[in-house]
């Protein structure tokens, strides 16, 4: 596709439920991102994958989050045992280079989770 | 700490005004700084990116400007249009082993007519 595509866009799931959510990255993008958004802040980095190694995943909150890009393409980030703490945006970015290094990085609209 | 501070919070400004969004880092290695638009319930745009060296860039009726010194940016939006009113995100890009983009809070502009 043209851009970066997440789903769902919306997804509302009852605490302690397993969620995943999916970024398809522009073809050919090297670089994919994962950032976690609350509502009024800034988005905060979660994990970054070069190719289908997962390089840096310092930003994952605890360890019932994970993320796998297991072709170097389409990423999953999956959220186990979600709690109300977890509802936020999550968006995706990728990048054609490895890390960013001046290039552009293209942002999906992000899925809002909400957990009840 | 790697931090990205901005200011104002949010801002109000009448449709063909003038306005100057203002950023504080403190991150370090620096690799980039960039200002990003971000509409409600989309993903961040790009609207500049500047290396140490530059001190300003342009992107249409919008212009960046970089103090590498002072560790300082501002956005300067010139003859704001309706569809200006977003949120505009600093962000400086880590230098470090992984570059990873470190985002600041924004700045929510509204333009009314």
Redesign the interface.
Known sequence: GAG?SQSPRYKVAKRGQDVALRCDPISGHVSL?W?QQAL??????LT?FQNEAQ??K??LPSDRFFAERPEGSVSTLKIQRTQQEDSAVY?C?SSFTG????T??F????TRLTVV | KNQ?EQSPQSLIILEGKNCTLQCNYTVSPF??LRWYKQDT??????LT?M?FSENTKSNGRYTATLDADTKQSSLHITASQLSDSASY?C?V?YGG??????????TLLAVQP
């Open positions: 970066v991102f950032y009024g802040q800034g988005p905060e980095f970054y390089l840096d310092s930003g968006l970015a890390g960013y290094m001046n552009e990085a942002f999906g609209q992000g | 990205v690799s980039n319930g989309r993903g961040p745009v790009s990116i290396t995100i962000v890009e082993a992984t570059n990873k983009l470190i985002f600041g809070t924004g």
